[in-house]
């Protein structure tokens, strides 16, 4: 099993500044199959990023994804109020598929 | 726009059979898309659980595949987890989600795009 290990474990930052989330494989990430998912409290997670690096449907440019192999990161470059949340990794290139314990980013 | 709804009991006793159905609305459950659950514990984060295509293909987690069941009913457009000799430790949110394809540079990218609110199942007696 892949087990991702995201950090850091929570992000404490003020509205337009810079969120740099990291999440690390313990074995290299098939053909980029990697994804981020967002979570608010009381909701179901949300797809921002497939393959490592392409945005969803919707989902504004300034989250970005980057990596390859086994380090992976999510940048929002500039956070707005309603990006304060919880992100995990998740891959899906080796069964079974699995989830990053999650970053939780926080209003400093 | 697709939704998805899961429904079912909230409470299931120890040693029981957990069992929840996910209704597919505003598109086919015979669609190219593979179907899943995922759960997550109070205050955790996120298991998969198992999915299936409506050709009857299903993958489960090993971690719970002497437990689980994945079925369709295409004829409601659902599909259903069953849980069994459930514990305390199955207590969760569970998901049900579609999973889409995505394509570009040759590779065809999966990922968990449309979910349901999620349904809370307490385990006790």
């Known amino acids: 099993e892949v087990v991702l290990t995201q950090s850091p474990g929570t992000l404490s930052l003020s509205p337009g500044e810079r969120a740099t989330l990291s999440c690390r494989a313990s074995?290299?990430?098939?053909?980029?199959?990697l994804a981020w998912y967002q979570q608010k409290p009381g909701q179901a997670p949300r797809l921002l990023i497939y393959?490592?690096?392409n945005r969803a449907t919707g989902i504004p440019d300034r989250f970005s994804g980057s990596g390859s192999g086994t380090d992976f990161t999510l940048t929002i470059s500039r956070l707005e109020p309603e990006d304060f949340a919880v992100y995990y990794c998740?891959?899906?290139?080796?069964?079974?598929?699995?989830f990053g314990q999650g970053t939780k980013v926080e209003i400093k | 726009q697709v939704q998805l709804q899961e429904s079912g009991p909230g409470l299931v006793k120890p040693s029981g059979t957990l069992s929840l159905t996910c209704a597919v609305s505003g598109g086919s459950i015979s669609s190219s898309n593979w179907w899943s659950w995922v759960r997550q514990p109070p205050g955790k984060g996120l298991e998969w659980i198992g999915e299936m295509y409506h050709s009857g293909s299903i993958n489960y987690n090993p971690s719970l595949k002497s437990r689980v069941t994945i079925s369709v009913d295409k004829s409601k457009n659902q599909f259903s987890l069953n849980v069994s000799s459930v514990t305390a430790a199955d207590t969760a949110v569970y998901y049900c989600?579609?999973?889409?394809?995505?394509?570009?540079?040759?590779?065809?990218?999966?990922?968990?795009?449309?979910w349901g609110q999620g349904t809370m199942v307490t385990v006790s007696s």
């Open positions: 989600a579609r999973i889409s394809y995505y394509y570009g540079s040759g590779i065809a990218f999966r990922a968990f795009d449309i």
């Open positions: 393959g490592v690096s």
């Open positions: 998740q891959q899906y290139g080796n069964s079974p598929w699995t």
């Open positions: 074995q290299s990430v098939s053909s980029s199959y």
